[in-house]
């Protein structure tokens, strides 16, 4: 099974509302990093927050980190167009190899 | 544009045979991981290699194999394919080994087994 599931898995909002995204994840982190993929691209980084982080910002990304709760979530602000695509959260174990959750497909309806 | 190239872009088989899939790093980064994307798993590591050596393994089949060469690019070779290793195949690097590091991905090669 997935270490980190996204919820929710499809969102669809209009241009200019923010959208927030979640992740929750099983065991203990060295850092959470999140990934956009255009569809059928390759992931690119957006941000990476480790486990002493309770926050993090990144132009109009704002992500969180709740290690308490195993979950992290992203928000996007102002949302634009050029934002639809699927948001992929991934967890550092230590294991040297990076676990994806299964994504959030994002919408940015003009 | 990650730096990170990969070859072919497209590749279509048939059941039972074997192809290698290429990928050259960014300039400067010494790790290669190699990644599955496919519609029922999503997205799996397979492999990493850093200068040249294996350092960790994930869901890799038997009837795949891997290896980075002294100019670190690094190659996938998938044997006795079957329908179900059709799906995106991503290489990605960074500059050292730990996860630590962000993780730069090339385009993809996309595998069609018929």
């Not at chain 2, 990650?2 to 590749?11: I, M, N, R, W």
């Amino acid at each position: 099974s997935q270490q980190g599931e996204e919820d929710p898995q499809a969102l669809s909002i209009q241009e200019g509302e923010n959208a927030t995204m979640n992740c929750s994840y099983k065991t203990s982190i060295n850092n959470l990093q999140w990934y956009r993929q255009n569809s059928g691209r390759g992931l690119v980084h957006l941000i990476l927050i480790r486990s002493n982080e309770r926050e993090k910002h990144s132009g109009r990304l704002r992500v969180t980190l709740d290690t308490s709760k195993k979950s992290s979530s992203l928000l996007i602000t102002a949302s634009r167009a050029a934002d639809t695509a699927s948001y992929f959260c991934a967890t550092d174990t230590g294991r040297r190899a990076l676990t994806f959750g299964s994504g959030t497909r994002l919408q940015v309806q003009p | 544009d990650s730096g990170v190239t990969q070859t072919p872009k497209h590749l279509i088989t048939a059941t039972g045979q074997r192809v290698t899939l290429r990928c050259s790093p960014r300039s400067g980064d010494l790790s290669v991981y190699w990644y599955q994307q496919s519609l029922d798993q999503g997205l799996q590591f397979l492999i990493q290699y850093y200068n040249g050596e294996e350092r960790a393994k994930g869901n890799i089949l038997e009837r795949f194999s891997a290896q980075q060469f002294p100019d670190l690019h690094s190659e996938l070779n998938l044997s006795s394919l079957e329908l179900g290793d059709s799906a995106l195949y991503f290489c990605a690097s960074s500059v050292v080994g730990e996860t630590a590091n962000e993780q730069f991905f090339g385009p993809g090669t996309r595998l069609t087994v018929l």
